[in-house]
């Protein structure tokens, strides 16, 4: 293997591209196939994703101290990810292949048994996936090129779910298109995974005890106002990305088969435009340039609340996709300077457990998006789509515009509730 593919962002970041492709597609259909096609009553699927979220909740603090204690020659990571490869394609495979002509109760069985499943392998993947990155790169350029890159792999990766998981389940079926994805993930994935070399002094010296390891992550401040910060941010991406079909329909009075263009509009547009934030990152470094993204992106969603018609809706995702790809750019540089601080406190390398536990804050911003769905809707009078009230254009304005807008400012104004100064090796502080 060439040198310069080894630890390349490039080969990297084809790691994101592996994972996302299959995730969005999962995230797309597992409720949809489960509940539309096959009859799962909503009742039983509810609770089956309910446990899902608890044991996402339980799984992910765990699997991140183990992957920070793992000595090896292979690294800490590498292991993981290799053994976990082959689980994710078969995992992906069984949540999209049940028996046929099963009761209620197998079907719910088989239902939450998979996803369980599907859950643990890809919380393996992505904790140490993400835990590579403080620990490859070093530094805020470096980071933030690497981020660039790899932000830019993971619009490509939505985009081609989006587009070519509604082709493969009509040519072929839900089975095909998860074998079909499940191969291309596999690909993708093993190419990236040995492109990787974890530096070797990382892992000398004794792993702090689990009860440990979680009271020195949970007291650290920079790490809780950094997540819940984000988490606030992050439940915008959501909420816009669900908001939109209800935008395009209400207030753009658009058709069904333009809502490809919204999204296309905002996802295609934050491919070029995280390489515009590159060189912002590495002129204003970590803090600062997080939070301008944070208040560009409040600033960018402000647009959707003008638009009537297809080229004024594009205009604004368009804005939304510059936001977008600031936020999405910005936080690795900054999690990074707080996981080395940390490793220089504790004398060890522990970005599992960060990368874990700062993954499930942020996650949990899907409450937030639910509620604020709950709430407008109430307001509006919105019910469904047979009952959609008297202001269904106001609804929709609000939850794409207004809201996102409160969402940001309040992450932004949260980013300042430390000054996130970062001691230096010598006791000394500096900004990251």
């Known amino acids: 293997m060439k040198r310069s593919w080894i630890n390349s962002p490039y080969s990297y970041s084809l790691g994101m591209f592996a994972m996302m492709v299959p995730s969005q597609a999962f995230s797309t259909f597992y409720s949809y196939y489960y509940v539309e096609k096959l009859g799962l009553g ?10 899902f979220l608890i044991w996402d909740a339980v799984n992910n603090p765990l699997f991140g101290y183990w992957s920070d204690s793992t000595k090896s020659r292979y690294g800490r990571r590498r292991p993981w990810i290799f053994g976990a490869i082959p689980l994710f394609m078969i995992a992906l495979v069984l949540v999209f292949s049940p028996p046929s002509a099963m009761s209620q109760q197998g079907l719910f069985t088989w239902f939450l048994l998979s996803l369980l499943a599907f859950e643990a392998v890809a919380t393996v993947l992505w904790v ?9 790169y070093r530094g805020n350029r470096i980071r933030a090129k690497a981020s660039a890159i790899q932000q830019s792999y993971q619009m490509a990766a939505l985009l081609l779910a989006s587009v070519l998981a509604p082709l493969l389940v009509s040519w072929y079926g839900f089975t095909w298109m998860a074998i079909i994805f499940a191969l291309l993930f596999g690909l993708c994935m093993l190419l990236s995974t040995l492109a990787v070399r974890e530096q070797e002094h990382q892992h000398e010296g004794e ?12 007291k650290n401040k920079k790490f809780w106002i950094f997540n819940l910060s984000n988490s606030f941010a992050q439940t915008v991406n959501g909420l816009i990305s669900s908001i ?26 934050v491919i070029p435009l995280v390489f515009v934030w590159y060189p912002i990152i590495r002129r204003l470094q970590g803090v600062s340039a997080w ?12 647009p959707l609340w003008f638009g009537h018609d297809l080229i004024s809706g594009i ?3 368009i804005c939304v996709g510059f936001g977008l790809a600031g936020f999405l750019v910005t936080p690795p540089v900054l999690n990074g300077s ?8 504790t004398g060890q390398r522990r970005e599992g457990i960060y990368t ?7 996650r949990s911003s899907g409450l937030i998006s639910a509620l604020a769905f709950f709430v407008v809707g109430m307001l509006f009078g919105y019910v469904s789509g047979d009952e959609p009230g008297p202001y269904p254009e106001w609804t929709f304005r609000i939850l794409m515009s207004v809201v996102p807008f409160c969402l940001l400012l309040i992450s932004f104004l949260l980013s300042y509730a430390d000054r996130f100064h970062f001691q230096k090796p010598d006791g000394g502080e500096r900004l990251p």
């Open 42 to 51: 909503i009742g039983l699927a509810t609770l089956a994703r309910t446990l």
């Open 128 to 136: 140490n996936y993400g835990a590579l990155f403080p620990e490859l």
């Open 207 to 218: 792993s702090l005890k689990l009860g440990e390891a979680f009271r020195v992550t949970l």
């Open 244 to 269: 939109i079909p209800f935008y395009a329909k209400y207030v753009l009075h658009l058709s069904e088969e333009a809502v490809s263009i919204l999204l296309a509009s905002v996802f295609v547009s």
């Open 291 to 302: 939070r301008l993204s944070l208040a560009v992106y409040g600033l960018s969603v402000v």
């Open 315 to 317: 205009i604004a995702g």
């Open 338 to 345: 707080i996981i080395d601080e940390d490793a220089m406190l």
């Open 356 to 362: 874990a536990v700062g993954g499930f804050i942020t």
